[in-house]
């Protein structure tokens, strides 16, 4: 395994300034958000700056993990699905622009909808996860929907009978362990039931449960064990990126530091690493800050 750097969690920095410093702290990948109101929203980025994207990558070390394309595909208005399909098209797309030599790019998208949406929509959000994976395939991509809490699809259940139903390989999970732990499953359930299906993760800290009173934080800042998640998801048979993500529930708060909470995070992963006898395949060579033994914040 490896820690990848969302950057959903650097929504007002500038991947010309954020990634030297990704690649500082120690990260070796990237998933790269393309959501609306984000730098790199997706249709800002021109042929020029998905070539500055390439060569950023590649001057710091960085894979392209996944890309965050957040698009429902649960709308029943025909005129919003359309565009809503044509943007997870163009956001696979992108993915293959900007594919690099030895690893298959990544899409990862919520479904959308409401949790009392699954039992009517189950088959229709099937059907065009379906559609997306033909498409995926075609390029060369994997498409990986994410389960979440609050919305359609919820529960890994409800995950996994979306993979198995769809049974396409170029769909594949993308898997928040943050969200089964608010919704109370054990880790080691839950990554047994997400890990052989699951392509890229997030992790975030937590305290509390859904949907009464709960709250996500940065990893390293929470109760979250992830000694025992990373012990569950190698005995899952996963092996690819564990994505250090920062809740928007923390950047909305004053002071956020983007840039303290990507240390704070990758630290937590990499001495969870060390405790759990998990191998981490790699540590970014750039990287020029080295964790403390001890506690952090």
Known sequence: MEIAYCTWSMRDVPLEEGLPVIAQIGYTGIELAVTPGW???????????????????????????????HTTVCAEDPDEHAANMQRLRDTIDLADDLRQKGHTPVVVSLVGGD???????????????????GYAASKGVIFAPEMHSGTAMDLPRKAVWLVEQVNHPSVKLNFDISHTEIEGMPTEEACRAMGPHTVFTHVKDQRGYFPWTYEFLTPGAGPCDYVRYLKAMDAAG?????????????????????????????????????????????INPRATIQPRSGGTR
């Open 238 to 282: 996963y092996t690819g990126f564990i994505g250090m993500e920062v809740s928007v529930m923390v950047q909305r708060q004053p002071g956020y530091d983007p840039f303290v909470d990507a240390a704070l995070g990758y630290y937590a992963l990499r001495r969870a690493f060390n405790a759990s006898g998990v191998p981490l395949a790699r």
């Open 115 to 133: 949790v009392d949406d699954w039992g009517r929509l189950k088959h229709l959000v099937a059907e065009r996860v379906a559609e997306l994976g």
């Open 39 to 69: 730098p790199t929203e997706l249709y800002t980025l021109d042929a020029a700056t998905r070539r500055r994207i390439r060569e950023l990558l590649a001057a710091y070390d960085l894979t392209l993990a996944a890309i965050a394309g």
